[in-house]
């Protein structure tokens, strides 16, 4: 794809003009005194297109009211994506990292990892906080990826751009504010916990098949027919992570017993204080205990990493399996857990042959890509998802927890880069493909 500067015309008019080469303006589609609209982020302005023979081919001239009009930053290299008769100037791409600026400018070393893959993608790449928002002038004031700047940033007002990256809590009205402004390019916007995800797969018979039972009815009761049904319960937060707050519930005579996760010692108790219990633990949920198949007496999970990249579509970019802390109620690990990438764990745990490896590998992936579209079609925009997956005793394949925000660190519990560089750059690939495509018109 080619690249473009742009500059300011010298020549004053009241026109609003886009000049080119005649070579581009014909590589392009365009014609001389078209008019159409020129698109910059979630900005539009109708302008007019004039030509000029002893223009360089990658200069591109916009007259002075465009470049007030639609906040367009010059110093940067752009592309250009002609859509019916809308040009689009880009990508302009928002990555939304931090709640207040403050907390953004100290952590700006951290964000460059996001810049690895600037020369595939191009134009104004900035990272912005909650509170540097401004829906009044829909505008935003940001820092820009530019390499030639000592610390790799700098500070800029921007239009609301084609494409945002959610990873960070926000405030209910500027979440709704940011859905109703940005519609489909405002991807991974709204967050879901184990209830809504559950609700959100329910009604699919082929889907419903690999979750576990979910209920948020907490009384004794309900308890009571897990323990009856599946010889167990577990009782989990909302919207819990890292396997705390997780307990096991079973029954042994008239007594109940609660074993809590990474803690060694269970405690009985009666019936009359399992309802005590539960009645502060209301706002949890009963879940179905899955046999998970162990190794070592370690429970193992897998994190499947979906993603959508440059082509638009879901793809795993990779699978790390967790071994559990010994005798730990969850997978997750801590203290003496370790970690392996997919196809070497699912030949030590099962003693698999690589291409039986390989197969299960791909059962998984498929399971999990259907969760995840199912979650886009139903939830909102969704392109990086963190899904994890449990085998039990007679090898099937259970999705346990679909995350939102999940930790992009985790390739590097098995020391795999590539994996790592990976999980940072997709978000941003397809945010270049929304951006660039027209996905930004709110709808």
């Known amino acids: 794809m080619k690249r473009f500067l742009l500059y300011q015309s010298e020549c004053e008019t009241k026109d609003f003009v886009i000049t080119f080469n005649e070579k581009i303006l014909n590589e392009l589609g365009l014609e001389k005194h078209q008019e159409l609209t020129l698109t910059y982020g979630k900005r539009k302005q109708q302008v007019v297109v004039k030509v000029h023979s002893l223009l360089d081919e990658e200069r591109v001239f916009i007259s002075s009211n465009i470049k007030t009009s639609l906040l367009i930053d010059l110093d940067v290299k752009y592309e250009f994506s002609l859509k019916n008769n809308e040009l689009i100037i880009g990508p302009v791409i928002g990555l939304l990292l931090g709640k207040t600026e403050t907390r953004l400018e100290k952590n700006l070393h951290h964000y460059v990892i996001y810049t690895m893959l600037y020369e595939q993608i191009n134009g104004v790449l900035f990272v912005f906080s909650e509170?540097?928002?401004?829906?009044?002038?829909?505008?935003?004031?940001?820092?820009?990826?530019?390499?030639?700047?000592?610390?790799?940033?700098?500070?800029?007002?921007?239009?609301?751009?084609?494409?945002?990256?959610?990873?960070?809590?926000?405030?209910?009205?500027?979440?709704?504010?940011?859905?109703?402004?940005?519609?489909?390019?405002?991807?991974?916007?709204?967050?879901?916990?184990?209830?809504?995800?559950?609700?959100?797969?329910?009604?699919?018979?082929?889907?419903?098949?690999?979750?576990?039972?979910?209920?948020?009815?907490?009384?004794?009761?309900?308890?009571?027919?897990?323990?009856?049904?599946?010889?167990?319960?577990?009782?989990?937060?909302?919207?819990?992570?890292?396997?705390?707050?997780?307990?096991?519930?079973?029954?042994?005579?008239?007594?109940?017993?609660?074993?809590?996760?990474?803690?060694?010692?269970?405690?009985?108790?009666?019936?009359?204080?399992?309802?005590?219990?539960?009645?502060?633990?209301?706002?949890?949920?009963?879940?179905?205990?899955?046999?998970?198949?162990?190794?070592?007496?370690?429970?193992?999970?897998?994190?499947?990493?979906?993603q959508k990249n440059h082509t638009g579509f879901w793809q795993c970019t990779g699978m790390i399996a967790r071994f559990g802390q010994t005798n730990a109620i969850s997978s997750n690990f801590k203290a003496n857990g370790f970690a392996r990438d997919g196809i070497s764990a699912l030949k030590l745990q099962f003693g698999y042959d690589e291409l039986t490896a390989f197969n299960k590998y791909q059962e998984i992936v498929r399971i999990c890509t259907k969760m995840a579209k199912r979650v886009d079609q139903v939830g909102g925009g969704y392109a990086d998802l963190g899904i994890d997956v449990g085998i039990d005793e007679d090898e099937k394949i259970w999705v346990i927890e679909m995350n939102k925000r999940h930790d992009h660190d985790f390739p590097l519990m098995i020391k795999d880069r590539k994996m790592y560089y990976l999980v940072k750059s997709n978000p941003v690939l397809y945010a270049k493909y929304l951006a660039m495509n027209g996905f930004n018109d709110g709808s």
């Open 131 to 306: 509170d540097q928002i401004d829906f009044d002038e829909e505008k935003i004031s940001g820092y820009i990826y530019d390499p030639s700047k000592e610390n790799n940033w700098r500070k800029a007002d921007l239009p609301f751009p084609g494409a945002i990256y959610r990873r960070v809590e926000l405030a209910s009205p500027t979440l709704k504010k940011l859905n109703n402004c940005m519609g489909k390019s405002f991807f991974n916007s709204n967050y879901f916990d184990k209830w809504q995800f559950w609700k959100w797969l329910e009604p699919c018979h082929e889907l419903v098949e690999n979750l576990p039972k979910t209920t948020k009815k907490i009384n004794l009761h309900a308890v009571d027919e897990f323990i009856d049904r599946y010889k167990g319960a577990y009782l989990k937060p909302k919207s819990g992570s890292r396997g705390k707050g997780i307990h096991y519930i079973e029954k042994e005579d008239e007594h109940y017993i609660i074993s809590k996760n990474y803690e060694d010692e269970s405690k009985k108790i009666t019936t009359e204080e399992m309802r005590s219990f539960l009645r502060k633990h209301y706002y949890y949920l009963l879940q179905e205990p899955i046999r998970l198949h162990t190794y070592e007496n370690r429970k193992v999970d897998y994190r499947v990493i979906l």
